[in-house]
């Protein structure tokens, strides 16, 4: 099922409400390193509008703030550079920069049909461990979509995704896969501040398992490029409303 579409500067978007000011902010991983979660705590910051586009990022303040030192503190604004997230300007050392659409779909272009090929992979390498695995960690899911779970089920979201990943039995694209999520990890967790994302992303991811399940290579990728695709509206109907 297909969440109902809004025109929005001419394109189509899924209708979806962003959540409410005052309800839970945070979807990251709990079992990330203190450096990891500089980086994806910075990343977060800036998708969702905590830290505006022109804020100076100082190397000495944040790594207080996070109680590590300068070098992961650089690796972080390094990787969020690449992201997209912020610029290196001279005397002004690291600052968040606008985000702009077409950098996120250009990002998200790739992305996308990356994990399309490794859901076609799953659907005809997958071993029947490997299958049920990847039932468990959807069927967990649905527990935390009624909970309304946003930390717990990005946690979950990650596990599915690394599942097909594995299951695809290229270990180059698993590589490439983790590098990229990287990069827009930040927007893929922001989507599900949007209201009844939790829902549609499980039902999405519902439709690749089914797929990959029946060995269906090229039903697995339409419905992993159709979930990525949504995904990335969602961000940027998500972003519209801040």
Same mark, same amino acid.
């Given at each position: 099922?297909?969440a109902?579409?809004?025109?929005?500067?001419g394109?189509?978007?899924?209708?979806l409400?962003?959540?409410?000011?005052?309800?839970?902010?945070?979807t990251?991983?709990?079992?990330?390193?203190?450096?990891?979660?500089?980086r994806?705590?910075?990343?977060d910051?800036?998708?969702?509008?905590?830290?505006?586009?022109?804020?100076?990022?100082?190397?000495t303040?944040?790594a207080?703030?996070f109680g590590?030192s300068?070098?992961p503190?650089?690796?972080?604004?390094?990787?969020?550079?690449?992201a997209?997230?912020?610029?290196h300007?001279?005397?002004?050392g690291a600052?968040?920069?606008?985000?702009?659409?077409?950098r996120?779909?250009?990002?998200f272009s790739?992305?996308?049909?990356l994990?399309?090929? +490794? =859901? #076609?992979?799953?659907?005809?390498s997958?071993?029947p461990s490997? %299958?049920q695995?990847?039932?468990?960690? &959807? !069927?967990?899911?649905e527990?935390?979509?009624?909970?309304?779970?946003l930390a717990?089920?990005?946690?979950?979201?990650?596990r599915f995704h690394?599942?097909?990943?594995?299951?695809?039995?290229?270990?180059f694209?698993?590589?490439?896969l983790?590098?990229?999520?990287?990069?827009v990890?930040a927007f893929?967790?922001?989507?599900?501040?949007?209201l009844?994302r939790?829902?549609?992303?499980?039902?999405e991811?519902?439709?690749?398992?089914?797929?990959v399940?029946?060995?269906d290579?090229? +039903? =697995? #990728?339409?419905?992993?490029?159709s979930?990525?695709e949504?995904? %990335?509206d969602?961000?940027l109907?998500f &972003? !519209?409303?801040?």
């Amino acid at each position: 099922m297909k969440a109902p579409t809004t025109a929005i500067s001419g394109k189509s978007r899924p209708n979806l409400r962003v959540i409410e000011a005052g309800a839970p902010t945070r979807t990251v991983d709990s079992s990330l390193t203190r450096a990891e979660r500089l980086r994806a705590e910075l990343a977060d910051d800036i998708v969702c509008g905590r830290l505006a586009p022109g804020t100076a990022l100082d190397e000495t303040t944040l790594a207080n703030r996070f109680g590590v030192s300068r070098t992961p503190v650089r690796e972080a604004l390094r990787e969020l550079a690449a992201a997209g997230l912020v610029v290196h300007r001279a005397h002004r050392g690291a600052v968040v920069t606008a985000l702009t659409e077409e950098r996120l779909r250009e990002m998200f272009s790739v992305m996308t049909e990356l994990e399309a090929l +490794a =859901a #076609a992979g799953c659907a005809s390498s997958m071993s029947p461990s490997e %299958r049920q695995q990847l039932v468990d960690i &959807h !069927d967990d899911a649905e527990n935390l979509v009624r909970a309304g779970d946003l930390a717990a089920y990005a946690e979950a979201n990650d596990r599915f995704h690394d599942c097909l990943y594995a299951g695809s039995h290229n270990s180059f694209l698993a590589e490439t896969l983790l590098s990229v999520r990287r990069r827009v990890s930040a927007f893929r967790r922001a989507q599900f501040r949007s209201l009844g994302r939790l829902k549609l992303s499980h039902e999405e991811h519902d439709r690749v398992v089914q797929a990959v399940l029946r060995g269906d290579r090229d +039903a =697995a #990728a339409r419905e992993m490029r159709s979930h990525l695709e949504t995904v %990335r509206d969602s961000f940027l109907v998500f &972003h !519209d409303g801040l």
